[in-house]
């Protein structure tokens, strides 16, 4: 299988560099090609802004979304931009892989998610009508390709806990697995968390790389989070509320996801 790693630290000699390093030749002893995006060793640049598009009027104001429509239609998006897209075209499944900094993904990597989300590729696409909005949420133009986060963090696993004082994991990723993964069409597995990053010794982080390879052999395999898609009937449409029969008891982020049996 085809995988691309998006990867972002600034530190080599990081956990999460050796962890890097693990996963790519893990995955390559198993017979899959793997690309890797080091967003900080490619010196990605993070703002979306007019020079995104090579070839816009200078005099115009600058609309991000039309810009973007635009670019990716005429092809005239920047080259780092359109190589980022060809690899994510390219593979079967994407693995996320950065610290978790102040409730989210490292800056740079936002910054590759806004630049190559083109419109026209992960949003704004498909048929906006009474029955439809979109192909998004279940559908899209990543549909059939799957996606896991790996996510270091440096608190205890109890602070991300379901009473924790961060909040749950699952609530803190959700804009991250529904949103940034799931509104384009993947398959979001579960994320794979280690906590404490600072307290891992050897024997910790041997421990550590056998559940991530466990996780590397099992990505085709792991089913996936149960999210609602957007037009299979469960959402009133164009408002994209739940239908007050779905779920009439919940709320909130896990209103939209299938409860297990």
């Known amino acids: 299988m085809n995988i691309l790693l998006v990867y972002a630290h600034p530190e080599i000699q990081s956990l999460n560099g050796s962890l890097k390093h693990f996963l790519v030749k893990h995955l390559e002893d198993a017979g899959h090609v793997v690309q890797v995006s080091d967003l900080y060793a490619m010196k990605w640049k993070a ?79 498909g048929e ?51 949103g940034i993964l799931y509104y384009p069409g993947f398959d979001v597995l579960p994320p794979f968390t280690i906590y404490r990053t600072n307290k891992i010794d050897s024997a910790g982080f041997a421990k550590v790389c056998d559940a991530l390879g466990q996780r590397l052999d099992d990505l085709w395999t792991t089913p996936p989070i149960p999210f609602r898609p957007q037009n299979a009937g469960e959402y009133d449409i164009p408002a994209l509320t739940l239908r007050s029969d779905v779920a009439p008891e919940q709320s909130g982020f896990a209103a939209h996801i299938v409860p297990s049996v």
């Open 47 to 125: 703002a979306l802004d007019a020079d995104d598009s090579t070839d816009r009027q200078t005099e115009t104001r600058f609309d991000p979304s039309l810009e973007s429509k635009h670019a990716f239609q005429m092809g005239t998006q920047s080259e780092d931009i359109k190589r980022e897209q060809d690899k994510l075209m390219w593979a079967d499944a994407v693995l996320f892989q950065f610290p978790f900094w102040w409730f989210s993904m490292p800056a740079i990597m936002k910054g590759w998610v806004e630049r190559v989300y083109a419109y026209g590729l992960a949003y704004g696409v």
């Open 128 to 178: 906006h009508s009474d029955v439809r909005w979109g192909d998004r949420y279940g559908e899209g133009s990543f549909a059939g390709k799957r996606a896991m986060l790996i996510v270091t963090a440096g608190g205890w696993e109890s602070h991300y806990s379901p009473r924790g004082i961060n909040g749950p994991i699952e609530d803190l990723l959700f804009p991250i697995h529904h």
